[in-house]
């Protein structure tokens, strides 16, 4: 174990447990420090992460974990869908860890994290959303479409590989800039 995971792990994990209090918010929180061990990786210099994939799965459980903890308090359609979810990215996770093929990831996307900042957003704006067969149906469709295109561009056409996060954010600064 580097003193460079170490300081990964640390960031990550701190940056989930705001959840714990405020979910939508700390939803939003954990989601960003998630990405920011792509910006940790580029400029810490302290024996680097090994696998970084595995090492990104492994602390993205910590946060999943996190968010089952604060969704098995919600009540109704909201917390089965948010359990089952859990359930099946847990079991893609455990095929990815088994195999090692990223193409597991993008069978099993991680619609639970979606599925509880929407769940979380909704609380926080209104107490009294239904979730009714529909609005659960077309809740749960958009949230698969977005985060399995996500899966796909990370995982299975790995897009994003070939790129440092320096160069992506260089890339869109100049792009912006004109």
């Given at each position: 174990?580097?003193?460079?995971?170490?300081?990964?792990?640390?960031?990550?994990?701190?940056?989930?447990?705001?959840?714990?209090?405020?979910?939508?918010?700390?939803?939003?929180?954990?989601?960003?420090?998630?990405?920011?061990?792509?910006?940790?990786?580029?400029?810490?210099?302290?024996?680097?992460?090994?696998?970084?994939?595995?090492?990104?799965?492994?602390l993205d459980q910590v946060m999943l974990a996190l968010f089952l903890v604060v969704s098995l308090r919600w009540r109704g359609p909201v917390r089965l869908v948010a359990v089952?979810?859990?359930?099946?990215?847990?079991?893609?996770?455990?095929?990815?860890?088994?195999?090692?093929?990223?193409?597991?990831?993008?069978?099993?996307?991680?619609?639970?994290?979606?599925?509880?900042?929407?769940?979380?957003?909704?609380?926080?704006?209104?107490?009294?959303?239904?979730?009714?067969?529909?609005?659960?149906?077309?809740?749960?469709?958009?949230?698969?479409?977005?985060?399995?295109?996500?899966?796909?561009?990370?995982?299975?056409?790995?897009?994003?590989?070939?790129?440092?996060?320096?160069?992506?954010?260089?890339?869109?600064?100049?792009?912006?800039?004109?």
């Amino acid at each position: 174990m580097t003193p460079e995971l170490l300081v990964v792990a640390a960031v990550r994990i701190a940056g989930s447990l705001p959840v714990l209090r405020w979910p939508f918010a700390g939803a939003l929180l954990a989601i960003a420090v998630d990405f920011s061990d792509l910006f940790l990786r580029d400029y810490l210099d302290l024996g680097g992460l090994g696998d970084y994939q595995a090492v990104d799965k492994w602390l993205d459980q910590v946060m999943l974990a996190l968010f089952l903890v604060v969704s098995l308090r919600w009540r109704g359609p909201v917390r089965l869908v948010a359990v089952l979810l859990y359930l099946f990215r847990l079991e893609g996770f455990l095929l990815f860890e088994l195999t090692g093929e990223r193409i597991v990831l993008v069978m099993f996307p991680n619609v639970f994290e979606t599925w509880f900042v929407v769940a979380a957003f909704l609380a926080w704006r209104s107490s009294a959303f239904a979730y009714t067969g529909p609005r659960v149906a077309a809740l749960l469709l958009a949230c698969t479409a977005f985060k399995l295109g996500q899966e796909l561009l990370l995982h299975a056409w790995r897009v994003f590989d070939a790129y440092s996060t320096v160069d992506v954010v260089n890339a869109i600064t100049r792009w912006l800039g004109g």
